[in-house]
């Protein structure tokens, strides 16, 4: 298991389904749309359109490409 990365903020904040652990499959209010308190991501940085992000429970690192703003194409 990984540390959490020394830059982590928990300011800076990401709701997207962590690939490690997937621990928002059965939540209501992730399923639902809504940004829950107990499945949030770390935002580590972007790199245009993409979201460097780490899971505060299982710890796992990931790339998370939006398609969206600098760099991507519009998901139209």
């Known amino acids: 298991m990984l540390p959490i990365d020394p ?3 928990l300011g800076r904040r990401a709701w997207v389904s ?3 652990c997937f ?3 059965e939540c209501g209010e992730c399923s639902g749309g809504r940004n ?3 499945h949030w991501r770390y935002l580590l ?3 245009g359109s993409r979201l460097h992000l780490q ?3 299982c710890t796992h690192v990931w790339d ?7 760099g991507g194409t519009t998901p139209f």
Request: glycine letters at 20%; one cysteine or more.
């Open 7 to 9: 830059h982590a903020d």
């Open 18 to 20: 962590c690939p490690g």
């Open 23 to 25: 621990d928002n499959r």
């Open 36 to 38: 829950c308190g107990a």
């Open 45 to 47: 940085g972007t790199t």
């Open 55 to 57: 899971c505060p429970g």
């Open 64 to 70: 998370h490409e939006t398609r969206f703003g600098a």
